[in-house]
């Protein structure tokens, strides 16, 4: 069994992953992660990524699904199960539910519906109510399991639009950013750009911790 490798991620699918639009919301990280999984399920052949673009699974030291683009890396809480065996990706929750393409695809659904965003809660019932209890178990997980979001940046143009006004330091160029949404996200400056492997030391608590300098 191995539970960490890498997957090159398919051109076809970059924007999937590393969408244009800011990540803002829960549904958006949990409509990425169930895509992953499909991904992974689709890719039998485990190989370790030779393009830019890739997604790292590591669940030996963490349980932790790390995506890496140009100039941006980002890494999201993995909460499944996962089995490769023989070239066999098996993906399930909680030994309950297995992750097959209908209940991800199922999943997505509910995830992806305006009724996530009704005002009326009745809404909600009627694409839950056939659901059987491990389905359901799931979902509910997810919708209120952290998500565990952190996201390292090599911001070029922000960095240079912020030295114009001369608030460099509010922006800086290599950056850690933590938290989604405006209400409670915060920045941190780095000092030297970070590699997938920087972001990993720094996400596993098996390793000695990282001191932010006081100034």
């Not at 960490?4 to 549904?27: G, V």
């Not at 066999?88 to 297995?98: A, F």
């Not at 305006?114 to 209890?133: A, G, H």
Request: charged share 25%; net charge neutral; proline share 3%.
């Amino acid at each position: 069994m191995k539970t960490t490798f890498q997957l090159e991620i398919n051109p076809s699918l970059i924007k999937a992953f590393f969408p244009e639009e800011r990540i803002k919301d829960k549904y958006k990280i949990l409509e990425i992660l169930l895509e992953a999984c499909r991904y992974m399920l689709h890719n039998k052949k485990v190989k370790t990524a030779r393009s830019p673009y890739k997604m790292i699974l590591n669940k030996e030291k963490m349980s932790r699904l790390i995506f890496v683009g140009e100039n941006k890396i980002y890494s999201i809480y993995f909460p499944f199960n996962i089995n490769y065996s023989k070239s066999v990706i098996t993906i399930n929750y909680k030994n309950c539910l297995d992750l097959d393409s209908q209940n991800i695809s199922t999943l997505l659904s509910i995830i992806k519906s305006p009724t996530m965003n009704s005002e009326n809660c009745l809404d909600f019932i009627d694409p839950i109510v056939n659901f059987d209890q491990s389905l359901w178990t799931t979902l509910r997980d997810l919708l209120i399991s952290e998500d565990g979001y952190i996201r390292f940046d090599k911001d070029e143009n922000g960095h240079k639009e912020a030295k114009a006004k001369k608030e460099e330091h509010r922006h800086p160029l290599n950056h850690i950013d933590i938290f989604y949404t405006n209400q409670v996200t915060l920045k941190l400056g780095l000092k030297v750009e970070y590699g997938e492997t920087d972001l990993i030391d720094m996400m596993n608590t098996n390793t000695n911790c990282k001191y932010l300098n006081s100034h």
